[in-house]
């Protein structure tokens, strides 16, 4: 999965609490992204970082806080506010390129987390 | 806005037999197109990506995909299936300005021996 690790690869937690999912990545990538998939619905941008201690909301990024302190670390929180948090999380990286350049995500294996 | 539609759930074929997965894009300017593979519990898998130039691309383990500006479509494809190849493939789109891929809903591939 490219030299990106997410931990732990499976969670469970009560309703009412905080979570937050590791996402490290030794690609010396500037951007990172984390998604959401549920099933029949491919996967939804909860927020992306294009540098260090800068990051933007995606499309459903209600319920989640992430922080961006080191270039190769970006956690994800999924907190009480979030309505319905089991899902499969994937954390991604690519390089930054320019207007016109594009460049590829690179998938961690993923953190299913599963609160009741 | 971008958005990116796959309009098969499942394709079934045999093995041996030619592979397509349908994709079609809407995106403002010139598309930026990728296709990823995800197996089982796992992350996804860059399979190739369309920027500029040919529009037939090859990518990773055999697959194409060609780039159809008119119909606004990006079919990936494989010549002959593999029972490996079964897994759930998805398409997504960016434009040039625009730093956020945006996903179809994915294909299930199934390819019987």
């Known amino acids: 999965d490219g030299g990106i690790t997410q931990s732990p690869k499976y969670l469970f937690r009560k309703e009412g609490q905080n979570v937050t999912l590791s996402c490290e990545q030794n690609?010396?990538?500037?951007?990172m992204y984390w998604y959401r998939q549920d099933p029949g619905q491919g996967l939804r941008l909860i927020y992306y970082?294009?540098?260090?201690?800068?990051?933007q909301k995606g499309d459903i990024a209600e319920g989640y806080s992430v922080s961006r302190e080191k270039k190769e670390s970006f956690p994800l929180t999924v907190t009480s506010a979030q309505k319905n948090p089991t899902a499969f999380y994937l954390c991604?990286?690519?390089?930054?390129?320019?207007?016109?350049?594009?460049?590829?995500?690179?998938f961690g294996p993923g953190t299913r987390l599963t609160v009741t | 806005a971008q958005s990116v539609a796959q309009p098969e759930d499942q394709v079934n074929v045999a093995e041996g037999n030619p592979l397509t997965v349908k994709c079609t894009y809407s995106?403002?300017?010139?598309?930026?197109l990728f296709w990823y593979v995800q197996y089982p519990n796992r992350g996804l898998q860059f399979l190739l990506k369309?920027?500029?130039?040919?529009?037939l691309v090859k990518g990773s383990y055999g697959f194409e995909a060609e780039f159809n500006k008119s119909q606004t479509s990006f079919h990936l494809k494989k010549p002959s299936a593999l029972v490996s190849d079964s897994a759930l493939y998805f398409c997504?789109?960016?434009?040039?300005?625009?730093?956020?891929?945006?996903f179809g809903a994915g294909t299930t591939v199934t390819v019987r021996a």
């Open positions: 991604a990286s690519s390089i930054t390129g320019t207007s016109g350049v594009a460049y590829e995500q690179y």
């Open positions: 690609l010396n990538h500037d951007a």
């Open positions: 970082s294009q540098i260090v201690n800068d990051f």
């Open positions: 995106v403002s300017g010139n598309p930026y």
């Open positions: 369309y920027i500029t130039g040919d529009n």
């Open positions: 997504a789109v960016r434009g040039p300005n625009d730093y956020k891929l945006s």
